[in-house]
């Protein structure tokens, strides 16, 4: 019931039990799209584990922890988006994503995030939001640099991807920059 | 940023801790009208409580067991609408709210409940919704009568109200009912 | 070892471990019986689920929301009488109850109805209770009426039984009326 | 309203909220008698430790660790006995008990005490029941002796009392032993 | 990583996650000698069980109930000593321990023993150290015996041991009593 | 009592509720110079702080997500060192540190963090460890630099210190990396 308006063709959605069994078909019919990147498809093995996975992020929103949503595209589940690890003494946040295959290259991913951003800004009135990717996953990676954040970093070995180490890297954008870039940004939005 | 719109002028927006201010503030001006039936007013001494209520809210809306959100109104916040005791088993819930004192007759809570109940039955699937209001709220009861609820009890004393026992008169609609007459109901929204 | 005396035939002992079989052995020669207007007897398969029940009861007794004990006729575990959802804030309860197949016809059920609600209001201070039948059970319904309960509501559709919603007669008595009628009311007492 | 009958002016309640006044009352009214061997004495100053203290017995009793009794003597709560540290992998329990000042004398704690014994090894099935008194707690010791117990040690420095160490002699009966000599003992119950 | 070093040939170790292997491997090598008077013994079927064991000596070491260690002799897990139950208002513990049965004859749990004695009383700052053994555990009675504990009681079937109960005989010493008497103890350390 | 041994004047001992008033002495002392590059100085008024700290700290070290351990110089507390967030699914943890102000310029830190490093990749068997430092603090920034781990990134804004937002610098090191130079590395221990 609850949503963000973003366009004409996408909104956020936050999480509700109901959106389980839409966001477990997306996951599993990209599976072999998306465990290249995150570590958890291989063990999402049925749609249990996704309303595990649901219950987990409702309790985070009721903690003030994290907040994730479904990014809609044209009414349709296409993936998800979220702030993590909000940490109010530092007043900062991370925000992850993914998305279905068949919803690439419609910008879906860029349009989702900055929403996000925007969000964790202006509404949770955060000081700092930081993106971590995979430092091989070019697609992941160039939401950030679309939205005008700054690489901070490339953590080596900071994630065990089902058989190796892959390397992180960090982005970071402050609440000063955002306000003062990000509204007349032209993005390209490929994602 | 998560919100249900109604109609131009009105939406539902799920209670988040940044709400807490603005939701004291249009109880605290409203402090006399709302005592008359609320039983939780007094004790409502500080935005500490309402933050607490907040808290309160947010972990029923991550177990399951209820939804609450503020009514904006061009908005602001007008009050609050919700649906509480979700009982899965017996697939019923039943719906509380409250409106701000100068909110007042503007049909917001009519429509507001109205919005509920198709979130109760369309979204959450849920068989029965139940209304209670104290016997001598008319203001309270006119809401379920308007959305043509079925009377179906007197509960006698059912809640101490500060100084008194007041009774509960019941309203429910069933999910087949509200299917049936739901959409082209002509409701009269005064309040 | 906790027992409140009736008459020479009846008591009422607070529930305990020591319970859980004979409960057991009542509820499951009876089952055919039970489960027409009772939804958790399909649910009891073995004597675990029992001592589940009996462990639940005691923790509510421990946190003062209900008090449940097994009625016993001439020293035998004939079914079970208890006072739920002890609501102290607005000083009400509701008492629900079972018998065994075998043990009906003696007045048993009035008798033991009777003596909780005692408790409820010359023990416990509390300012109502509350009885709640499915409405075409006339059995159940007949024992607030007998103790003279006042019908005060039609629930529609209350309670989901297995493969149907049933509804609820809703009957109260309050202190006052108990205390004034409650002692030298003659009751046929055949159930 | 849950009761073990003794005899014509003894029995034991399990102890209930609705108690704390009454247990405060006796206790307070003997604070210098029972400091002597009570080291919880000086620490409850008011009723609310009182109520703490009856909470924590309640959930002893969910939990099936303790069992805690009123002493009624003619009605009136005269001190509490009880079973606690209930070891069922061990079969065995311990017995506490207290009494008023002014109600020493009459034989009351030795009938309560047996009747507790008897609960733990008739109704519980426990395999050994054991009593412990400070060494020079002549009253106290005198229960388990009357009662048959066997003295099995004196444990040193076995409790903070306020100000010392004091000793502790440990009593026990078996279930076998309780048995055999349980029933016919003749008692002098001057306690 | 955290040690007490004894003498050239003997150090505590503090229980971690990483030493469930070795304490698994010298109890499973061990099970007909241990089982002789330790009632865990055969419930511990697998490492598993000996990784629960872990947590709950790190969860009581957490809550300041107890310290566990693993014995090392000449650099290998060779049994545990650990004190229990630590009681700080009584200002008391108790000592267990048991060593794989390769590693007895050498003195070992003699010199173990006496460190722990020496940690509750000096570091710990406590007044109080028991130890319990079965009355027909000879070898164990026989490590309280020469650190110079008093034997306090007997007392009977304290323990259900597999198929039987076992008395405990009890030993205890004070701190000061162990401050005065502990340094210059010659003791003759043959297990 | 549980030490880890470094050489002849350094040893790491894992904190138990005994150091904490040897803790808070020693931050006490040292506030001005502690308070530059530490959040939680000002907040730690008195030894309940401490108190509360020590508990957090043995709660993690049960639960396995952390070791803390005091660094005694020559039998003194003199700072703190220990691993945080231990991540066993991407096999990384980070190290903290702090000293008391006599202590630095004797090389203590970078000894104390080697021995750290040591435990976290040879006991623990994690794969990763980072080491954050505010970009500006050079002495803090110094120990990882001496020990070889690489610097990774500039985190800006990570951290609210009092009054301002302050940059992080992430170093690291992987477990290959740490086997292959870490012994034979000679590293200048001025701090």
Known sequence: MF???????LSLKLVEPEDAEAIYQVMDESR???RSWLAWV??????EHTKEFV????NKFADGTGVSTCILYQGQVAGLVGIHAVDRKNSKTSIGYWL???FIGKGIMTR???AMVDYAIYEKGLNRVEIRAASENLKSRSIPERLGFIQEGNIRQA???YDQYVDHVVYGVTAG???????????PLEW
């Open 3 to 9: 949503k963000h308006y973003i366009d004409e063709e």
């Open 159 to 161: 994630e065990w991807l």
């Open 177 to 187: 920059e955002w306000k003062t870039n990000g509204q007349n940004r032209g993005c």
């Open 112 to 114: 989702a995030t900055k």
């Open 100 to 102: 279905g295959e068949r």
């Open 55 to 58: 219950q987990m992020v409702m």
């Open 42 to 47: 291989d063990g999402t093995e049925s749609i």
């Open 32 to 34: 072999s799209h998306l």
